[in-house]
Nanobody
Framework: QVQLVESGGGLVQAGGSLRLSCAAS????????MAWFRQAPGKEREFVAA????????NYADSVKGRFTISRDNAANTVYLQMSSLEPEDTAVYYC????????????????WGQGTQVTVSS
């Protein structure tokens, strides 16, 4: 059974940066396309960024394009989300997800989910 564990969330002031990590286990499991989603209180879970199996292709939501960067280290079975120029509107629980379709943007297209990590941006 694949497990995804996020880390790196926290409280940051507007304009600041955070880097989220998502470690997949078991380590021997073959890599798969990955993505980050987020969910703010009272809102639906929304797509943030996706990365292909090799890491050569990425896809971003318009709201984070130019501020967030998704990357991966397949040797370490880890995916990252570097977040810069954070805004209060970025406050949410951030989830990593693993799926079968590269660069997919829909929640239903992902099979594996982490437990989430809270990101809070103060104004």
């Amino acid at each position: 059974q694949v497990q995804l564990v996020e880390s790196g969330g926290g409280l940051v002031q507007a304009g600041g940066s955070l880097r989220l990590s998502c470690a997949a286990s078991p380590r021997t499991f073959a890599p798969f396309p990955m993505a980050w989603f987020r969910q703010a209180p009272g809102k639906e879970r929304e797509f943030v960024a996706a990365i292909s199996l090799s890491g050569s292709s990425t896809n971003y939501a318009d709201s984070v394009k130019g501020r967030f960067t998704i990357s991966r280290d397949n040797a370490a079975n880890t995916v990252y989300l570097q977040m810069s120029s954070l805004e209060p509107e970025d406050t949410a629980v951030y989830y990593c997800a693993g799926g079968l379709w590269s660069l997919a943007r829909g929640v239903s297209e992902y099979v594996y989910w982490g437990q989430g990590t809270q990101v809070t941006v103060s104004s």
